[in-house]
């Protein structure tokens, strides 16, 4: 069987984030597997819902992607990631945009923190879990302890 050869790593910037570049990264070297990085930042609706309400700059999205990128940027810098990895911010739905990019960039395994929740939290569902069933190739989730 052969190994791995494009894996797309999906991140937040949540407490564990670094567990989950670590995994990605060993198994791309393991594999000698391109590494692509990815952060979705949820649109922004510019427009008030309710009368009286003022409404958010017209540029407040693009003030979102530029911090987006900036994080992402130092994330993968103390990751020392920067070098070997592509990296984008998206803006869109963040399960329907992972799994768009994977067809798109012809992935062969999405690597995605995972809290590993119960009860109601697992059934109101998590990323995680939206991305596996909707997957077109392997899933890896890495367990996030303080979850
Ligand atoms: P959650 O279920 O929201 O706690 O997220 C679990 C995992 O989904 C995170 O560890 C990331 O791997 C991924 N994830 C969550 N939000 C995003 C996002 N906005 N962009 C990219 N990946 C994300």
Known sequence: MSGYQ??????D????VENICQRAREVAECNGARLSVI?????VVMA???EGMPSLPVDFEQQMLESARDSLRQLLDRQKMMESVEWSVEVGSVKWTIIEQAREQ????????????HGL????????????????????????KNG
């Open 6 to 11: 494009h894996i797309l790593l999906a991140v």
């Open 13 to 16: 910037f949540m407490p564990g």
């Open 39 to 43: 952060h979705v930042i949820e649109p």
């Open 48 to 50: 008030p819902p309710y």
């Open 106 to 117: 012809r992935v062969d395994l999405i690597v995605i923190g995972s809290h590993g929740r």
């Open 121 to 144: 939290e697992r059934l109101l569902g998590s990323t995680a879990n939206a991305v596996l069933h909707a997957a077109p190739c392997d899933v890896l989730a890495v367990h996030l």
